[in-house]
């Protein structure tokens, strides 16, 4: 298994473009999650979802977007990129909500 | 809310035992975690404890869990200095989401 796989793994935006960060995971887990590192920081849930079709916010969703339309693909997509969202964005995925979560190698993302 | 804390530093010797702490502030907790993050990496599952739990020994680590003072400590015996790395504790609410803590730096001197 390749576990949870993140792409790209570093992107530099400008103000206001978009992108779409891929997560994928062949373990047939249902729940996936997004979270954003900042610098000296734990991490912070963006979005989570339960299964496909499902989706719903964590703690700083404001400028993200989810969607679930399969149980292997969560992908977090950023309409109007801000200096603020410069981060390291995680992928995790667990079979279960109290399960173990498994994490990505993350995406750097540097928004100039 | 639910918050976690941990110190944000700790230097030690190779050979020496680390301790590292948190603490934690939601009492209906379920499980506790420690993850480990080498630079430019994911964050690694080391171990984890369910809450009603006071101990969990995995070979080096050993996990203390003191749900009245809600205290969660990680021990790494004879610390590497491939044990050199962040470590997380985390702690886990209803419907499986996770509350990081900031993060230890672990530093490990030859």
């Known amino acids: 298994n390749a576990g949870v796989t993140q792409t790209p793994k570093f992107r530099i935006l400008k103000i206001g473009q978009s992108m779409t960060l891929q997560c994928t995971q062949d373990?047939?887990?249902?729940?996936m999650y997004w979270y954003r590192q900042d610098p000296g920081m734990g991490l912070k849930l963006i979005y989570y979802?339960?299964?496909?079709?499902?989706?719903d916010k964590g703690e700083v969703p404001n400028g993200y977007n989810v969607s679930r339309s399969t149980t292997e693909d969560f992908p977090l997509r950023l309409e109007l990129a801000a200096p603020s969202q410069t981060s390291v964005y995680f992928c995790?995925?667990?079979?279960?909500?109290?399960?173990?979560?498994?994490f990505g190698p993350g995406t750097r993302l540097l928004v100039l | 809310g639910e918050d976690v804390e941990q110190s944000l530093f700790l230097s030690v010797r190779e050979g020496d035992s680390s301790v590292i702490n948190c603490t934690y502030t939601?009492?209906?907790?379920?499980?506790l975690y420690w993850y480990k993050q080498e630079p430019g990496a994911g964050l690694q599952l080391l171990t984890y404890?369910?809450?009603?739990?006071d101990m969990k020994q995995d070979q080096r680590l050993t996990v203390l869990l003191n749900k009245k003072d809600k205290h969660l400590s990680l021990r790494i015996a004879d610390t590497q200095t491939g044990d050199s790395a962040i470590y997380f504790c985390?702690?886990?609410?209803?419907?499986?989401?996770?509350?990081f803590g900031q993060g230890t730096t672990l530093q490990v001197k030859p």
């Open positions: 373990m047939n887990h249902n729940y």
């Open positions: 979802s339960v299964g496909a079709g499902i989706t």
């Open positions: 985390a702690e886990s609410i209803n419907t499986g989401k996770l509350i």
């Open positions: 939601d009492s209906s907790s379920t499980y």
């Open positions: 995790a995925s667990s079979y279960e909500g109290q399960g173990t979560q498994y």
């Open positions: 404890i369910f809450s009603n739990m």
